[in-house]
């Protein structure tokens, strides 16, 4: 392309058409002399425009590009500097000073224009972003809310073998299992969702952790059981995840993981396709953990299962106190999905204090003799290959 | 240097004999094969942050290679969609490609990166586009055929069927009909361009081949 830095000052960066070039195009180093416009290729061949039958157009890809055109057409020099125009008017007076001056008005109106357009649509952008994010999350909650609590249960269904299988096989006992299962029920007859059925795996993992599935299955790990102090802590634990299932967080992770797309499934009434995807999202969001927001409610509707099941809620505490965090460096908490044990603690300490005074009693349940027959278990389930 | 555009028009590649001193620039990625007396640089395309904004707004690769040779060879490029390649000869005039067009051109031809603006992005041709000028030949690529049209008034393109145009071409989005046949009728957003100039079609759409897979996996 012509190097404007190389062109005298009367010289402008241009192009022209015309069948007379071949490819019917060309750059072109324009000059405005005192009968018309000149437009000089590479090679020395020069095609003129007078300003005498000058047709001018402004338009382009910019919209400031000038065009000059004979009357047939035949010829259309063009050019996009912005020094060219004013040029023009200078070189040109008399004769095409009123096209000049129509033309200077009409850019100056669209530059304005092109500017507003711009910020407008930027500050659109901004609104349906920050809007979209306020909408998606409260529209998330009403969406969840439409949608049966089977299909909780039938995602929770398919998706416990690939969770499964992030940790390891089940650990099968029967007194164990029953133990447990007493201890859930005891505190989900409290529950918003009293009817949901609960199912309690204990799984062989050395890690500090236990998980809810959406519709009812809770992973206990073995390392999580051999940690607890006391009954009251695994039933703070326990309370904890099944606030997870019974405020429906994975499908509410769900619906903002898919957003737009299940709420309008939703609202049409499609919800099959919802079991396939909530499989594979559900998965990751047990697996990841959930948003802070999301822990944070848990802990305080475990605490108030807790205190309704008779249980002292101060055991959540103690057990996260006791709990070493996750590889998470307290300065970088906030960036975690996961609230730092501390900030934790302090809001249950919050809740508790909120509640009316109870007597609480104690879990019934031997932790010695469960971890004993747990143990025992292990060593008689065939090893996996 | 000699190319020459073979297997037109669904399956174009270029063969390109190099000689001593004969440099070619090619689109990161274009090569299909080479003589082994053919040598390869990469090179950032224009510099690192240049080179960035081409690969996240025009689709264009981050680097870009320079094939040269000692004695001669030859060089086989391609594109990754099915379709024609179309050689153009620069006169110092200036076009702009759409994201993923560009494949090849001779050394003497400047690359830069263009605002698109937002009539190209709603129409479906990107916020940014990749500007060839300069003197020599550029070598682009279509899904489907190309074809040329000269430009004199208003014409309407529609969405993902222009793959280059020349900036003397003024582009706006707009609707093919009115809200209901636009958008009944399948046509959706459409790109209305007033010349005077050139623009270069592609006959096939990636939209809408991928519209038709999707609504045909359930």
Request: hydrophobic share 40%; glycine share 12%; aromatic share 8%.
């Amino acid at each position: 392309m012509f190097d404007s830095d190389l062109l005298n000052d009367d010289e402008f960066p241009g192009g022209v058409f015309s069948k007379e070039l071949e490819g019917g195009r060309a750059g072109a180093t324009i000059r405005l002399g005192d009968r018309g416009v000149s437009a000089r290729i590479e090679d020395g061949f020069e095609l003129f425009v007078a300003y005498s039958e000058c047709q001018l157009e402004i338009g382009g890809n910019s919209g400031r590009m000038i065009f000059c055109r004979t009357p047939d057409r035949s010829v259309t020099i063009f050019c996009e500097d912005r020094r060219f125009l004013p040029a023009l008017r200078q070189a040109a007076t008399g004769e095409l000073t009123e096209a000049v001056e129509a033309m200077l008005a009409k850019h100056s109106q669209r530059r304005w224009s092109a500017r507003l357009t711009t910020w407008g649509v930027l500050v659109l952008c901004l609104v349906l972003l920050v809007g979209g994010y306020f909408v998606l999350m409260s529209g998330a909650r009403a969406a969840v809310a439409a949608v049966p609590f089977a299909v909780d249960q039938k995602i929770g269904e398919a998706a416990l073998p690939s969770v499964l299988g992030q940790f390891g096989s089940e650990i099968k006992d029967a007194e164990t299992s029953r133990e447990l299962q007493a201890l859930i029920d005891s505190l989900n007859q409290h529950s918003p969702l009293k009817d949901v059925k609960f199912k309690v795996l204990v799984v062989e993992s050395g890690d500090i952790n236990a998980m809810a599935l959406p519709g009812g299955t809770i992973l206990i790990l073995r390392g999580l059981l051999d940690t607890v102090k006391t009954p009251g802590e695994l039933a703070g634990v326990l309370a904890h995840e099944i606030s997870h299932v019974t405020m429906r967080h994975h499908l509410q992770q769900l619906v903002r993981t898919v957003g737009v797309v299940v709420a309008i499934e939703v609202m049409l009434g499609d919800v099959g396709g919802l079991v396939a995807l909530g499989s594979q999202i559900a998965t990751q969001a047990t697996l990841n953990g959930y948003s802070q927001s999301q822990e944070l409610e848990a802990d305080r509707e475990g605490v108030k299962l807790m205190h309704a099941a008779g249980y002292d809620p101060h055991e959540m505490v103690t057990m996260f106190e006791n709990l070493p965090d996750a590889n998470v460096p307290e300065v970088l908490s906030w960036l975690s999905t996961h609230p730092d044990s501390g900030l934790r603690a302090a809001t249950i300490r919050q809740l508790i204090a909120e509640l009316p005074r109870r007597e609480y009693n104690p879990p019934a349940l031997d932790l010695e003799a469960l971890r004993e027959r747990l143990g025992k278990a292990r060593h008689n389930q065939p090893v996996a290959e | 240097m000699e190319a020459e555009i073979r297997n037109r028009p669904a399956f174009a590649n270029i063969r390109v004999t190099l000689k001593q001193g004969d440099r070619l620039i090619a689109e990161s990625g274009a090569m299909a094969s080479m003589s082994s007396t053919v040598e390869m640089s990469t090179r950032f395309n224009g510099g690192f942050f240049s080179g960035v904004l081409r690969r996240v707004f025009g689709g264009e690769s981050l680097f870009i290679n320079e094939f040269t040779t000692r004695s001669s060879g030859e060089i086989v490029l391609t594109q990754p969609t099915p379709g024609d390649i179309e050689c153009i000869e620069l006169k110092g005039n200036t076009l702009y490609l759409q994201p993923g067009a560009f494949i090849a051109c001779d050394p003497t031809v400047s690359l830069g990166m263009g605002w698109a603006g937002f009539a190209s992005f709603i129409g479906g041709e990107g916020l940014f586009r990749l500007k060839v000028s300069g003197q020599g030949r550029v070598w682009f690529g279509a899904y489907g055929g190309i074809f040329a049209r000269e430009i004199e008034g208003e014409y309407v393109v529609d969405s993902g069927h222009l793959i280059a145009y020349e900036p003397s071409i003024h582009l706006r989005a707009g609707m093919a009909g009115g809200i209901f046949s636009s958008f009944f009728g399948g046509e959706g957003l459409v790109t209305r361009v007033t010349g005077p100039g050139r623009i270069y079609m592609q006959s096939r759409s990636i939209e809408g081949l991928a519209a038709w897979t999707n609504a045909h996996l359930w």
